[in-house]
């Protein structure tokens, strides 16, 4: 009764929601232009054409302008995505993100910067404050722009396009695996084939603080434009050149299963990986010690025995949440997670051996065949 509680226990925190819902926590604002997410939402557009290399330019030029309002500074430690354009291989994505109070936008997935890949990032998301980010990138090098002015300018990184220019996804408020989500509202959002100058950037600044609303800019015909205003439904309609609606699913939605991610691979090292860690070991040591008992009464079987049978039957446990995990918002499918899962196991039948040995309890009689 003891293991099949415990098992229940185990299949339990490894399959519940961890405060994430089955729906999508996508909302239209009332009575502006701009949706909302919540704690896990995610829009996305699939087979987007990215704007091509201008002739004669030695790099990907590219001006987007996003009018947001962060509702958190994600003190929580984890990077969070406002906006990614993802070509199929996460070390080449472009990414606009959130980590604390800290706009960053890089191309790759070193989230945790231990890489040490090239980055720009402004400290500049206060809670509750909108702000008109405008970002360009070309031959010069790549600028952030807030409010119209210039924060911050690297000469020496310059963002490439994903995708090689074949289609690439365009993802609002999370990533494709579902576990980067960005709570905060977005009102508008451009990108460009070029890079803007900083004139019409203060323009468009100046346009946005009149009116709260990315209309003016359909003139422009830009690569990309989502204004915002259908104001229910799922769709969002893409007013620029490319005609790529963006779609908000009734459900969330993971858009790339990952199943057993390497153990040490775009990890994010926290306080919250250590503490993952540890209920990932310590969760199964219950479940070792609880088999190895039951192996121990039930067969009599020595300890490299009961050690291999409680590690396999473990691992399998592991394994099965593991891959459920996948299609489970907040959730994430971690070879990390399954190896210390099988560690701990493994513990559990050393200290069930420890503690007969200490104990002074003495073994059960042999089991043989035929009784």
């Keep these: 009764m003891l293991t099949a509680a415990m098992l229940l226990l185990i299949l339990y925190s490894g399959l519940h929601f961890k405060g994430a819902s089955i729906v999508n926590e996508v909302t239209w604002l009332d009575g502006r232009d701009g949706i909302r997410f919540d704690l896990y939402g995610i829009a996305y557009a699939e087979d987007v054409s990215p704007p091509s290399r201008r002739k004669g330019s030695k790099n990907d030029d590219l001006t987007i302008e996003l009018a947001i309002k962060p509702l958190d500074a994600s003190n929580d430690g984890h990077f969070r995505l406002l906006l990614l354009l993802h070509g199929g291989d996460d070390a080449e994505q472009l990414i606009v993100g959130q980590w ?5 936008i ?8 231990k890489r040490r890949r090239a980055r720009i990032s402004v400290d500049t998301l206060t809670p509750a404050e909108e702000r008109f980010v405008t970002v360009t990138s070309g031959d010069n090098g790549t600028a952030v ?4 002015q210039l924060a911050k300018r690297n000469r020496e990184l310059h963002l490439s396009i994903p995708g090689n220019g074949k289609p690439i996804r365009l993802v609002l408020g999370n990533s494709i695996y579902g576990r980067h989500p960005w709570a905060g509202e977005i009102y508008g959002l451009a990108y460009y084939d070029h890079v ?10 100046q346009s946005w603080a009149k009116v709260h609303s990315f209309a003016f800019v359909r003139p422009l015909n830009p690569a990309g434009l989502y204004v915002f205003d259908e104001g229910q439904g799922y769709r969002v309609v893409d007013h620029g050149g490319g005609k790529h609606d963006l779609t908000i699913p009734a459900q969330m939605t993971i858009l790339t299963k990952e199943f057993l991610a390497p153990a040490f691979g775009n990890t994010e090292y926290n306080l ?5 860690m540890v209920i990932n070991i310590t969760g199964f040591i219950p479940m070792g010690f609880l088999l190895s008992t039951l192996l121990w009464h039930m067969r009599g079987y020595a300890f490299t025995r009961r050690l291999l049978i409680a590690m396999l039957v473990c691992s399998v446990i592991s394994l099965t949440i593991e891959i459920a995990q996948a299609w489970i ?3 994430s499918s971690q070879m990390l997670d399954f190896i210390l899962n099988t560690l701990g196991a493994g513990a559990g039948v050393i200290f069930h051996s420890a503690y007969r ?15």
Excluded: C
């Excluded at 890089?106 to 910067?113: C, P, S, T, V």
């Design 329 to 331: 918002p907040s959730r």
């Design 145 to 148: 722009f807030i409010d119209g």
């Design 272 to 276: 919250s990986l250590l503490q993952d």
């Design 106 to 113: 890089m191309n790759g997935d070193d989230y945790d910067a």
């Design 357 to 371: 040995r200490y104990s002074g309890t003495n073994p059960p009689k042999a089991h043989t065949p035929g009784q």
């Design 100 to 104: 604390r109070s800290w706009l960053v």
């Design 196 to 205: 803007r100058s900083e004139t019409d950037i203060r323009q468009h600044f």
